[in-house]
């Protein structure tokens, strides 16, 4: 799992923030955190992005792992990257891509109106008075920084709606057609007992588990689901097409199941872990395709979005100032409070064209730098809910 990139939050009416601990910021927010062509971004800021960020995993992580562990110090975004440096960099990232964005608002004819800053600035002054003095001490936070996030954001928000719309949406039912399965998985080597553990078959297990497996691929021409419920196994589902670059289910059982026709029942397919008995349920599922079609748009739309993000990053200075923003730690905690009044205001207030500036991609947590994201994704989050994976 990698760290995400940071997207716009559902702000002030949603994210109530207090500090678990706290000694206070001590970065100097007056350096400079990094230049992008000279253009000086502050440290100050630079800080409220992180810490915000940290703030939304905080409440991620306290929910699944307790409130106690060093979860910053554990790689779970990027293998042998601590999670820190990881969303740190995320946050690195997504800064050089915003002034970047900014830059370019020409080239597709975007503007932010005065209306919008005004509903930015109402929205940093309730972010302010919303959150408590010391998580507000802890995050960096300014009416000013909070300001400049939301700009920011909707302005990457509104270039993305415009990059995306030059996009082709016409995928055929050929190049996303998918077919539905049926299937039943028994393990051949082992199993798990009620603690998890993992129990490795006798070889009289084994060959009575063979036998089972046939026996239920014998009976299960008539009822397939009734067969496999009498035998103690879980009819399960799968789509997939044969343009599909890959899936869920081993390649073996892929392949067997290409050769079925509509209706027909498999022979037992052995893998090196499973056995499978597979049923061709459909070789056009109809809502499958058209998911199918969806993830082709998107996947291109994420594809162009990216192309002209990294050409706008060609030839263009962005340097890190790495003694100072070495100095923003993750070492103090955040807690998320979500109250009722605020689910109510992050179902009418999250639109681009107000101070929350909605995402077109996966909105309101963070994405990987760079790719998507999707999510991989810590999932949850304590602002709204994520839509399709972008970037």
């Known amino acids: 799992m990698r760290a995400r990139k940071l997207l716009p939050l559902l702000m002030a009416a949603v ?42 995993y905080d409440g991620n992580f306290a929910s699944m792992f307790g409130q106690d562990q060093d979860i910053w110090g554990q790689n779970f975004f990027e293998e042998d990257v601590d999670s820190e440096t990881s969303v740190k960099k995320s946050v690195a990232d997504s800064i050089e891509e915003y002034y970047l964005l900014e830059k370019h608002m020409s080239d597709y004819k975007v503007e932010i109106t005065d209306e919008e800053l005004s509903a930015m600035d109402v929205a940093a ?48 039912d050929e190049e996303a057609a998918q077919k539905k399965i049926s299937y039943v998985q028994a393990a051949i080597n082992s199993t798990t007992d009620e603690e998890g553990n993992k129990v490795d078959y006798t070889d009289e297990e084994k060959a009575e588990n063979k036998q089972k497996i ?27 097409g044969d343009n599909d670059e890959s899936y869920t289910l081993d390649d073996s059982v892929i ?28 070789l056009f599922d109809e809502e499958a395709t058209e998911n199918k079609k969806n993830s082709i748009v998107t996947d ?31 070492d103090e905690l955040f807690s998320i409070k979500a109250t009722e009044e605020a689910e109510d205001d992050a179902q ?41 994976k972008e970037e």
């Open 15 to 56: 994210l109530g923030v207090s500090a678990l601990s706290g000694c206070g910021n001590s970065i100097d927010a007056g350096k400079t955190g990094a230049t992008l062509d000279g253009q000086e971004i502050s440290l100050g800021f630079m800080n409220f992005m992180a810490r915000y960020q940290q703030a939304i």
């Open 125 to 172: 002054e309730k972010f302010m008075e919303d959150n408590t003095k010391s998580a507000i001490n802890q995050l960096g936070a300014t009416k000013d920084y909070v300001k400049e996030m939301l700009r920011l954001t909707t302005i990457q928000s509104k270039m993305r709606n415009a990059i995306h719309a030059e996009v082709d949406t016409e995928v055929s």
């Open 214 to 240: 046939e026996t239920f691929q014998k009976s299960a021409k008539d009822d397939f689901e009734g067969a496999a419920e009498t035998a103690g196994y879980t009819a399960s589902t799968a789509t997939f």
């Open 255 to 282: 392949e067997a199941a290409k050769k079925l026709k509509e209706g027909e029942i498999s022979e037992v397919i052995t893998t090196d872990d499973n056995y499978y008995v597979v049923r061709m349920d459909s």
């Open 300 to 330: 291109r739309k994420n594809d162009h979005y990216t192309e002209v993000c990294d050409k706008y990053k060609e030839g263009v200075k962005y340097e890190i100032n790495e003694e100072e923003w070495a100095k923003v730690k993750f």
């Open 348 to 388: 009418t207030e999250g639109t681009s064209d107000d101070a929350q500036a909605e995402d077109g991609g996966d909105d309101t947590q963070a994405e990987g730098s760079g790719d998507d994201a999707q999510a991989e994704d810590a999932g949850d989050d304590a602002a709204a809910e994520d839509s399709d």
